[in-house]
């Protein structure tokens, strides 16, 4: 069983930034994906950054919506997965989920609030 914590969610105006944490029980070079997805009241989950073969450093790829802004990385002493988001528009407010897949099997962490004002 994979926990997954994220913290870093806020409120924010646009055209400011943020960075999402999140916090593996797992070592992360273990896992064989991480993701962050969001979800907006009334739309689908999405995925919106990805990093894949992390045990050989990571691929990342990203939404075409927020390619150029949002920056997905690791921190492998610190298991941690972080996404670094930069010039925010209010279209980014959702919630945001990380996300792991090790062995076929995926989690979720419990999400945290991202609300950027106009």
């Known amino acids: 069983q994979v926990q997954l914590v994220e913290s870093g969610g806020g409120l924010v105006q646009a055209g400011e930034s943020l960075r999402l944490s999140c916090a593996t029980s797992?070592?992360?070079?273990?896992?064989?994906?991480m993701g962050w997805y969001r979800q907006a009241p009334g739309k689908q989950r999405e995925q919106v950054a990805g990093?894949?073969?992390?045990?050989?450093?990571?691929?990342?790829n990203y939404a075409d919506s927020v390619l150029g802004r949002f920056t997905i990385s690791i921190d492998g002493p610190k298991n941690t997965l972080y996404l670094q988001m930069n010039s925010l528009k209010p279209e980014d407010t959702a919630v945001y989920y990380c996300?792991?897949?090790?062995?076929?099997?995926?989690?979720w962490g419990q999400g945290t609030q991202v609300t950027v004002s106009s």
């Open positions: 797992e070592r992360i070079f273990f896992l064989n994906a």
């Open positions: 996300h792991a897949k090790i062995l076929s099997r995926d989690y």
């Open positions: 990093m894949t073969s992390i045990p050989g450093g990571g691929t990342p």
